[in-house]
């Protein structure tokens, strides 16, 4: 059984940094991409950035470039998201998603708030 969890959200002013995990485990040792998600009250769910099990990126949201940094640990499997400048618009619940074999796992999410 596939499970992924988050931690590492919290409450954060502008210009601040926070630094999310997500942790899955019952994968394997197989091909997979993992990656960050951001849903912001009343919007949808939009891609943050995405990395493969070689550590390669798999893609990258614009307002990310410059600021975040996803990494990866594939034996572990674990991936990061270091969030530097943190803005307002920030503001929404991070998910961590697997995709492996056409299926995508999903966790519950982490809350992060910037806010002054």
């Known amino acids: 059984q596939v499970t992924i969890a988050e931690s590492g959200g919290g409450l954060v002013q502008p210009g601040g940094s926070l630094r999310l995990s997500c942790a899955a485990s019952?994968?394997?040792?197989?091909?997979?991409?993992m990656g960050w998600y951001r849903q912001a009250p009343g919007k949808e769910r939009e891609v943050v950035a995405l990395?493969?099990?070689?550590?390669?990126?798999?893609g990258e949201a614009d307002f990310a470039k410059g600021r975040f940094t996803i990494s990866g640990d594939n034996v572990k499997k674990m991936i990061y998201l270091q969030m530097n400048d943190l803005k307002l618009e920030d503001t929404a619940v991070y998910y961590c998603?697997?995709?492996?074999?056409?299926?995508?796992?999903w966790g519950r999410g982490t809350q992060v708030t910037v806010t002054s």
């Open positions: 990395i493969n099990s070689g550590g390669g990126m798999e």
């Open positions: 998603c697997l995709s492996r074999f056409g299926s995508d796992y």
């Open positions: 019952g994968i394997g040792d197989v091909w997979y991409i």
